[in-house]
């Protein structure tokens, strides 16, 4: 599971792989870009192999950074104007709000229900997430959920933003969560 908050509005995106390498990575990022109503302009994970190359490894293999232009992900902030910073290493609480949210939706999802297979479970996980972003009062939001606080920036601002927010409802065929 690949999850990204915003730190300002704390909506959530979310989803699945089979694993966490590379592409997946670079995949996520590219599924978060369309999501997110707004241009984004920072990007902070951890030092993970789907993020970035292994400390050990910075520095080791020039001409291929030359030739190919560094990790993937990189690449694609690069291409976004994303600025990549990445978290100290063996620091988790420095990305606190996504650790924060790992932990809500474990809370939500894996101890309080038996899935009869793991599709029932990323259900589960997908209408948390939603009802967290659309339906959720967060107090640090002064009482409304991400969604509102959205929509409010975008009545303020809508400069700000490559489409109206109000395109992000779930629907029927709204396709949430990237398999």
Not at 120 to 143: D, E, G, P, T
Request: glycine fraction near 6%; include cysteine; charged fraction near 20%.
């Amino acid at each position: 599971m690949f999850l990204a908050i915003d730190r300002v509005s704390k909506f959530t995106v979310l989803a699945f792989h089979d694993s966490a390498r590379k592409m997946e990575g670079a995949a996520f990022l590219r599924y978060v870009v369309a999501t997110f109503p707004y241009a984004i302009h920072t990007v902070l994970t951890d030092n993970g192999m789907a993020f970035a190359d292994l400390p050990k490894n910075l520095g080791r293999h020039r001409e291929i950074v030359a030739m190919f232009g560094g990790h993937i992900f990189d690449r694609i902030c690069k291409e976004h104007g994303i600025e990549h910073r990445l978290t100290k290493p063996y620091h988790p609480w420095t990305n606190g709000q996504a650790e924060r949210m790992n932990r809500t939706i474990k809370d939500a999802a894996s101890k309080a229900f038996h899935y009869p297979g793991i599709k029932a479970l990323r259900a589960r996980v997908l209408a948390i997430v939603s009802a967290y972003n659309f339906a959720k009062h967060l107090k640090a939001l002064r009482w409304r959920t991400p969604f509102q606080t959205i929509c409010e920036a975008w009545q303020s601002d809508p400069s700000a933003f490559k489409i109206n927010p109000h395109h992000l409802i779930p629907g029927p065929n709204s396709g949430e969560g990237v398999q």
